[in-house]
């Protein structure tokens, strides 16, 4: 190694490796260089990316594709009816409650978005968000995780291969770009396999999702309780960096000219976020961090609505698999926590997830859901994992400035709720009534007939400084019961009748019904990225969400 060289075309030094440096051989640099340093890492404007995720598969046509229709589920019909008025296939099982009481009304509208009676505590948000109604899910747990996690761009068989080195998921993508002057900079409370759904033998390091791609400080750090999360920033003063330290050493020999050198900007950025983040972390002067005391304010606390059990964990079995926790508090606690890491200074991107699994997965028989008198209701799990934290959540990001920018931390952060999939209201007894089973057998099978089951009909939602709020982009059709497919201006394609969603004419080759790839890139082009050749995903960004 030739001392005072210039790291010219290296890879970029990351916050983790200058904390374990400081921890050795102290802080380098004149005021001077410091001074550089601060002024490198100013001028380089920081983003926010935060995936709010409902893992189950929510009531989509209850939800942000709304669509009315009656209740059967409240019928009386005698037992061994086959062919009841309305059929068994043209019968809608909804809430038992839908359309009769105030909370379990039908599709409303206010402002531009129409919306059902699942986001009516969400309506204060409206303002700010734009909804994509024409949205296809997926009806594969796991598959439609890993679609947003990663985009579009392979079959589910991928998901056994090894995980290649230009694959990317949507967080590690927004941290690659965003995140190399942060110490934790890709904070998620999603974890592979917490479902049940996969076998874990069948997925051994490095499939499926894979939370070691990219650079180093883009890797998935997995959020856990804010007990946890305290003891490991307790500990990053105590990092070693290892195999960096020669490059390190290097870049310090020559420190000054490397901090005016553009090629390094991204080191220089992370440099004087460490010696931010030592102070804090440290029992010096300009003590600002102190990890003992993190999610702990009251005040905060009292915003967030957290108890005690909100940061308790939980473990459940699901088909058959060993029981398994996703070691998560609540919603509220994680965007609590998201809020501390982000405002101060170490985090910049968040997977906030409900800690219940497979909580809407409910796959009523018609034969439940005609003894319950409707199919269950969302409506609590939603207000409290979805609703409630997040407008206090959104509120907190609009009124905290970032520094002295003149600028809130609501300016510079796009938000994206999504589910991986809705859920049926209705099933097709068709085959069954085909088959030359007695009577009482076709009866029983069409009683056991799953009514709650895997649907691609979905939607999501935008929200940021970016986005271009009181917008609803897509519909689903009254009789086809489809999202109508949306043009690349994100009007709806003029071969659909826009109210049933009967194709009428012929489709455009220009529409499409966007899927979770179309979410992936348009995350990343509402954080200032162009979405091309960040991870394999091929779909492209929806341009009518920004902000013109």
């Not at 939603?382 to 907190?396: A, E, I, Q, T």
């Not at 709806?492 to 826009?498: F, G, I, S, V």
Request: aromatic letters at 10%; a neutral charge; glycine letters at 10%.
């Amino acid at each position: 190694m030739k001392r005072r060289s210039v790291l010219k075309g290296a890879a970029a030094i990351g916050v983790a490796d200058w904390l374990g440096f400081f921890r050795r051989f102290g802080v380098p640099g004149t005021a001077k260089s410091l001074g550089i340093a601060d002024a490198v890492a100013q001028a380089m404007e920081p983003r926010f990316l935060v995936m709010w995720f409902q893992e189950g598969g929510w009531d989509s046509y209850s939800m942000l594709s709304p669509i009315d229709t009656p209740n059967h589920a409240t019928m009386t019909i005698p037992a061994g009816t086959l062919n009841p008025n309305p059929a068994w296939s043209n019968q809608f099982y909804r809430p038992k409650t839908y359309g009769l009481d105030a909370a379990h009304f039908a599709p409303r509208t206010q402002g531009n978005i129409t919306y059902g009676y699942l986001a009516q505590d969400g309506l204060d948000l409206f303002p700010d968000m734009a909804v994509l109604s024409s949205h296809a899910g997926n009806t594969f747990h796991s598959g439609g995780r890993w679609d947003y996690h990663y985009g579009k761009y392979a079959s589910y068989a991928a998901l056994t291969a090894q995980r290649a080195s230009n694959e990317r998921s949507l967080m590690q993508a927004f941290s690659e770009a965003y995140g190399a002057n942060y110490p934790l900079a890709n904070v998620s409370w999603h974890r592979w396999l917490s479902d049940g759904e996969l076998e874990e033998a069948n997925y051994p390091e490095g499939t499926g999702f894979y939370e070691k791609l990219g650079p180093t400080y883009a890797h998935t750090v997995y959020g856990r309780t804010p007990s946890e999360m305290r003891n490991r920033l307790s500990q990053l003063g105590n990092v070693t960096a290892g195999a960096r330290s020669a490059r390190i050493r290097t870049f310090v020999d020559n420190l000054h000219q490397n901090f005016i050198a553009d090629h390094n900007g991204e080191s220089v950025a992370a440099f004087s976020s460490a010696v931010g983040i030592y102070k804090q972390l440290t029992s010096g002067t300009g003590l600002v961090v102190n990890p003992a005391t993190l999610f702990t304010d009251m005040n905060l606390r009292a915003e967030f609505g957290v108890t005690a059990n909100d940061e308790a964990t939980n473990s459940t079995s699901v088909n058959g698999n060993p029981a398994r926790s996703k070691d998560s508090p609540m919603t509220n606690v994680q965007a609590l926590m998201a809020y501390e890491l982000m405002t101060k200074g170490l985090s910049v991107a968040f997977w906030i997830e409900n800690r219940q699994i497979r909580g809407f997965d409910t796959h009523k028989g018609r034969d439940s859901v005609f003894t319950n008198r409707g199919q269950d209701d969302q409506l609590a799990s939603l207000r409290r994992d979805l609703w409630n934290p997040l407008k206090v959540f959104v509120n907190k990001l609009k009124t905290t400035q970032y520094g002295t920018s003149g600028k809130s931390y609501w300016d510079l952060t796009t938000i994206v709720l999504a589910s991986e999939m809705g859920r049926t209201i209705q099933g097709d007894v068709a085959s069954i009534l085909a088959t030359t089973d007695p009577d009482a057998t076709k009866y029983t099978k069409i009683m056991e007939q799953d009514v709650c089951q895997h649907w691609k009909v979905n939607s999501v939602a935008f929200l940021g400084g970016n986005v271009q709020g009181d917008r609803q982009y897509g519909r689903v059709g009254t009789s086809s019961l489809e999202g109508i497919p949306v043009m690349p201006d994100g009007t709806l394609d003029p071969a659909y009748n826009a109210a049933t969603g009967v194709l009428t004419g012929t489709k455009s080759a220009n529409s499409v019904v966007p899927n979770a790839g179309h979410v992936y890139a348009t995350a990343l082009e509402l954080t200032g990225l162009n979405p091309t050749g960040k991870g394999r995903n091929n779909q492209p960004s929806l341009g009518f969400i920004k902000k013109p």
